[in-house]
Every structure is written in structure tokens, then in C-alpha cells.
């Protein structure tokens, strides 16, 4: 899951590399399906992060790569 301030924003809002120097590699988001036999099962989508118009929802995964001290900040930040 995403932090609750990251919700309801698109990619172009985060300001990941701005604020934190952290790259956005790709957003993944779990879809629950039914398959033939009907079960249901959960399939990840990625979303590449070049588009910035995409909307970042609650169970969303945020796939970033930089320096852990990069991490600590954004965690101080989303607190």
C-alpha cells in the first residue's frame, strides 16, 4: 500500500525525484480476476511511471530505486 498522502494524487504530484532524489521506476497495481475454473486470483498490472497522468490508488505499489538515506527521508516525511 501507498502512504495515505500519496493517495488521489497523480505520478506528476509526488515529486519523488524533486523532494527525495528516489526514481519511480513503475506502479503496480493488484487486480483481483476470476479464471476458468473459477477461482479467484490476484494479477499485478504495471504501470510504467512515465505516465504522468496516472491516478495513484490506496493498494497501489510504488517501485522506486536510490540511496537508503533517500528512503529515510521520505519515510520521516510520510510519518
Known amino acids: 500500500m501507498v502512504p495515505e498522502k500519496f493517495v488521489g494524487l497523480q505520478v506528476k504530484d509526488l515529486n519523488l525525484k524533486k523532494d527525495f532524489n528516489l526514481e519511480l521506476i513503475a506502479v503496480a497495481r493488484a487486480e483481483n480476476t476470476t479464471n476458468i475454473l473459477g477461482f479467484s486470483v490476484s494479477r499485478h498490472n504495471n504501470d510504467v511511471a512515465d505516465n504522468i497522468e496516472y491516478m495513484i490508488a490506496r493498494d497501489d505499489e510504488l ?9 529515510r527521508s521520505l519515510w520521516s516525511f510520510i510519518g
Not at 517501485?63 to 528512503?71: A, I, M
Open 63 to 71: 517501485v522506486c530505486y536510490g540511496k537508503d538515506s533517500d528512503f
